[in-house]
Structure formats: structure tokens, C-alpha cells
């Protein structure tokens, strides 16, 4: 399979051929999910530059990652008590869950109210479901987490109950989330993934919102330089439900985020916030698709990255609006922020509409920080240091504002000032 391929899909496709030897024999509730996502993988050919929704993304970290740094006993860690975390203990009222990739994380755990684990009938049902709905159930780095995730955590949230959830992941691993929230159901969930070593981090996650469901996800995602992140949130909208989707990411050597949302029949509002953050030789991809099945759904998207060093910031996001999706309202932004002269941005807002009655917008900008508003800040006694980091906190807030106050709490701004380091 390799000959006829480029030198990195090669080198990739041999990384992912090992990678698959050193995994243990499929077991536990996933095991006929494991075989389909290992056999997938032996046949589908490995992303590389010659693919457009992957030209601007080098892969070759994944090909430097110890093969074992996923799905091997010797990953598995015990989950930390809660005096070890950064935040000593979860926000009151939030539900908080320890996710290792192996162990139950609902094990001797009462749910409050309005939250159940899904029957495993129900979730044989409903896994995939809306992967395949948003066109990604065969996307290679979900066939990655097909083959190594061994559990998953499926959560039904009962009709008119409020829920505030908060889980923590600790890398590398794979994880696999599926939600079900039923019709005016209100989820708050709080989402951190921290990798302190090198190896690969997957995430699936596939949520479902009945008609006037509310979902509001917040999700830190700090990694480690030598350490991979791909991860797919896959969202499948009913009528009249409200998404709001946060998205902030720092540190990872290589970073691809991909939120797929879809409004199954139109009338919902989708909101979505990214923020990513790259110095050194890092790398963060965001990959996002929004269709509308539908007429008059809504969508407000702001995608931010801050680039300092050598880092690499890459954001397409295509927005699909075909005829039946009538009285549309998108709107799109990039903006980026460029601290160093070697950092580079590549960003694609991307629109198709086939509707003739919509009201769609979309635009980038990249740009550096102001000299003027720098002089302004040093004016008052601030030191241009000190001004630089405030003017970073600044173009940030507008995306860190959005999350979950659970979530908030985990929020890596210590990267900020990292990134203002670099660009001095």
C-alpha cells in the first residue's frame, strides 16, 4: 500500500502498521468497535500534505510518537485525587468525572438527577450515529480512536433537567464520549485534556440534542511539546436547540481539533468559539463543518489563535447551506495575532450556498500587536513586556470568556505569557 504514496503518508502509514501490533487483543464493550477501526486502518491511506483539508498540516511528530503511547497497559494511570489537580476541588454543583480510557469512570458514583448512563443496548444503538451523520465516521483519526478506545462514557440527560458535568483526561489515551440529551434537556459540560509526557491524545465525542435541547461545552485541551492531539467533536441538533461550543488548545506539539456540527432540520443556533495557541515549532489545526439541513438555523463563529517562535496556527471552517436550508443566518471570523516574524497563519473561512434567501458572513484578518497601542499602555508606566502580555490577555478574553466556570478554572493562561516570551 505504501509504494504508491508520498514519503510522509509512508512513513505514517508504517508508523500506524506498528502502532496496530503493539495494541492488546480487543476487549471490553468497544472490542467489535476496536476490530472495525484496525481493520479501517490497514485499508484507508494515512492524511498528508497532497490532501487539501490536510496540505497545511506536517504530521511528522505522529511518526516520532512511541507506538506503545496508546491503548497498552503501561499508559494506564491511576486518576488523581483531588488534591493533586490544579483546581483543588470541582466547582460546587458540577458533577465531576475521571476519565483514563480504561477504567469506569461512573463506578461507585451516584448521578444526580436528570443524568443516567445509557443501557448498553442504547449505546450499541447510538454510537457512530452522528459521526456518520456529519460525514466523519470514516475520517482517519476516528478510525485511530475506533481501534485503540477500549470504553466509553454514554450519558442520557432526561427531558427538562438541568445538568453541569465536568471530565478530566489525563494523556495519552483514547476517549470516547457519547451524550444524549432529550428534548429540553440543559447540559453544562466541562472538558479538560492534559497530556504531560510524549505520546498521542485521541477524543471522540458525539452528542445529540433533541428539539430545544441546550448543550454548552467548554473544552481545555494543554498538551506537552512532544505530544499529539486529534480529536473530533461530532453534534447532531434537533429544531429550536441551542450548541454553544469553546474550544481553547495550548502546548501541544501538534494540535487538530475538528467540531462537526449539523442541523438535522434547520432552526437551531450554533455557537462557536476557538482559541489556539502555538510558539516553538508547535502546530494547531482546526478543522470545522457546519451544515444546515434546514431553514432558518443560526450560526455565530469566532476562530482566534495567538502564533509566536516558529509556531504553526492552521483554521479552515466550512459552513454548508444547501437549498433547503432557506433564511439562513452564518456568520464566521478568523482572527489571528502573529508575534513573530518565522510563526505562520493559514486560515480558509469557507462558505457554500446553494439558498437564495440567507444572510451569510464571513472574513479573516491577521495581524500583530499595535504599536500604538503598545506606546499607549508604556505612556502610563506599563512595561512593554508587560504591555504585550496585557494585549494577548486581551485578544484572548473575547474566546476565554465564553467557557464554563468549571472549566475556566483549568484555563492554561500560563501559555499566554509563554507565547509572549517567545515573541521577545
Known amino acids: 500500500m505504501t509504494a504508491a504514496l508520498s514519503s510522509s503518508a509512508a512513513g505514517l502509514a508504517g508508523w500506524t502498521q506498528r502502532w496496530l501490533k503493539d495494541l492488546p487483543e480487543p476487549a471490553g464493550e468497544l472490542a467489535p468497535v476496536q476490530e472495525r477501526g484496525r481493520r479501517a486502518l490497514t485499508e484507508l491511506t494515512p492524511p498528508s500534505s497532497r490532501q487539501e483539508d490536510w496540505r497545511f498540516t506536517d504530521l511528522a511528530l505522529l511518526q516520532q510518537l512511541p507506538t506503545a503511547s496508546v491503548g497498552t497497559a503501561e499508559t494506564a494511570t491511576a486518576s488523581p485525587a483531588v488534591g493533586e489537580d490544579a483546581a483543588l476541588a470541582p466547582t460546587p454543583g458540577v458533577l465531576r468525572l475521571h476519565l483514563d480510557g480504561r477504567r469506569d469512570p461512573l463506578a461507585g458514583l451516584s448521578l444526580p438527577a436528570g443524568l443516567t448512563a445509557l443501557s448498553p443496548l442504547d449505546t450499541a444503538q447510538a454510537l457512530g450515529h452522528t459521526l456518520a451523520a456529519t460525514g466523519c465516521e470514516h475520517h482517519w483519526p476516528v478510525e485511530l480512536n475506533h481501534a485503540a478506545a477500549e470504553r466509553v462514557l454514554a450519558l442520557r440527560v432526561a427531558s427538562r433537567s438541568a445538568v453541569r458535568l465536568e471530565l478530566v483526561s489525563r494523556g495519552p489515551a483514547a476517549f470516547r464520549v457519547l451524550l444524549v440529551l432529550e428534548e429540553k434537556a440543559d447540559l453544562e459540560l466541562s472538558q479538560l485534556l492534559q497530556a504531560d509526557r510524549p505520546g ?115 483554521f479552515n471552517g466550512a459552513v454548508r447551506v444547501p437549498r433547503e436550508a432557506q433564511r439562513t443566518n452564518a456568520a464566521q471570523l478568523s482572527r489571528s495575532l502573529l508575534l513573530s516574524d518565522r510563526a505562520r497563519i493559514d486560515t480558509k473561512p469557507e462558505l457554500e450556498i446553494v439558498a437564495d434567501d440567507v444572510k451569510c458572513a464571513h472574513g479573516a484578518t491577521v495581524s500583530s500587536l499595535q504599536t500604538d497601542e503598545l506606546f499607549y499602555l508604556q505612556s502610563r508606566g506599563i512595561g512593554a513586556e508587560q504591555a504585550a502580555q496585557l494585549l494577548q490577555r486581551a485578544f484572548c478574553e473575547e474566546v476565554l470568556r465564553e467557557l464554563p466556570e468549571a472549566v475556566r478554572a483549568w484555563c492554561p493562561l500560563d501559555a499566554l505569557q509563554l507565547a509572549a516570551e517567545a515573541a521577545a
Request: aromatic share 2%.
Open 200 to 314: 498521542l491524545t485521541s477524543l471522540v465525542l458525539e452528542a445529540h440534542l433533541g428539539r430545544s435541547a441546550r448543550l454548552r461545552h467548554g473544552l481545555v485541551a494543554h498538551g506537552h511539546a512532544d505530544a499529539a492531539l486529534l480529536a473530533h467533536l461530532a453534534i447532531e441538533q434537533e429544531p429550536e436547540s441551542d450548541c454553544q461550543l469553546t474550544a481553547v488548545t495550548a502546548g501541544w506539539g501538534l494540535a487538530r481539533l475538528e467540531p462537526r456540527l449539523l442541523q438535522v432540520d434547520g432552526q437551531a443556533c450554533s455557537t462557536l468559539r476557538g482559541l489556539q495557541l502555538v510558539q516553538g515549532r508547535q502546530i494547531a489545526d482546526t478543522h470545522s463543518h457546519i451544515r444546515f439541513n434546514g431553514p432558518e438555523g443560526r450560526l455565530d463563529q469566532l476562530h482566534k489563535a495567538v502564533a509566536a517562535g516558529q509556531g504553526r496556527s492552521v
